[in-house]
């Protein structure tokens, strides 16, 4: 892992009301393809098309990070057969990504352990990672063999071989995510309900949108990310605040 990625945490000045840091669980792909009498790999064909749409659009809109759950740590559990098909699908991605990350100006990051990845394609995030390290016209994010606990303990022992005490921040800086932005609104796809060992650092104040659409039709649907948007923007967020009451609890 470049520790480039882990100097600073980055401050946006954008309105309050767009998320800055929008974080998606992309789940459905096989339901959505069997649905369809489709073989079940044909979703995650499905779920990865119109994606760079997608960035664009928010992006135009104020929101300057997002982040995509495509593989956990616990994915390897399924059938040989669906685990390489995907790991050829991200390598045919990622290298499409490289084209967009110039055009666009994209910083483009892949967090998680690349210990078990391919090498092929371990070293594709790599590059991926160095020539858009500079570019500035926002982030976009895969968690591709990640996983919230996996990534703190991981960031734990580099802690604690470096010697020092920690803080928050500083314990930030050896984390993957350490340099991202916290989440904003975590949005999970196919009205599953739970956040599945995703982001746990970064999602400690993050609204939670669960959605009822297949990841396959939210990725293509321009109407459906404008919903994502108009459900935060409804939000009260208050970190662990309230509203303020007078002393007969009415509020002010």
């Not at 669980?25 to 119109?50: F, K, T, V, Y």
């Amino acid at each position: 892992m470049f520790n480039i990625f882990k100097k600073k945490i980055v401050k946006s000045d954008a309105p309050a009301k767009i998320p800055q840091h929008i974080a998606f669980i992309c789940d459905g792909n096989r339901r959505w393809a069997e649905m369809r009498g489709l073989p079940p790999l044909m979703g995650h064909q499905a779920g990865i098309s119109n994606f760079e749409n997608l960035v664009d659009w928010f992006m135009k809109r104020g929101v300057s990070t997002i982040t995509f759950y495509i593989f956990s740590t616990e994915n390897w559990n399924r059938t040989k057969e669906e685990v390489d098909f995907l790991m050829n699908l991200f390598y045919t991605e990622l290298n499409k990504n490289m084209k967009h990350a110039i055009e666009k100006n994209l910083r483009y990051r892949v967090i998680g352990s690349r210990e078990k990845l391919p090498k092929k394609l371990a070293n594709l995030c790599d590059k991926l990672e160095q020539v858009s390290a500079e570019n500035t016209g926002g982030t976009v994010v895969f968690a591709l063999n990640y996983g919230g606990q996996d990534e703190i303990i991981r960031a734990v022992n580099e802690a604690i071989a470096d010697g020092k005490p920690v803080d928050k921040e500083s314990f930030e800086t050896f984390m993957d995510t350490g340099d991202l932005l916290p989440v904003d609104l975590m949005v999970r796809t196919s009205n599953e309900n739970r956040i599945s060992n995703f982001l746990l650092w970064k999602l400690a104040y993050a609204e939670l949108l669960f959605v009822p659409e297949h990841w396959p039709d939210l990725v293509k649907s321009e109407k459906l990310w404008q919903h994502v948007l108009d459900e935060y923007q409804k939000r009260d967020r208050r970190f662990g605040g309230g509203k303020k009451k007078n002393y007969m609890g009415n509020k002010k």
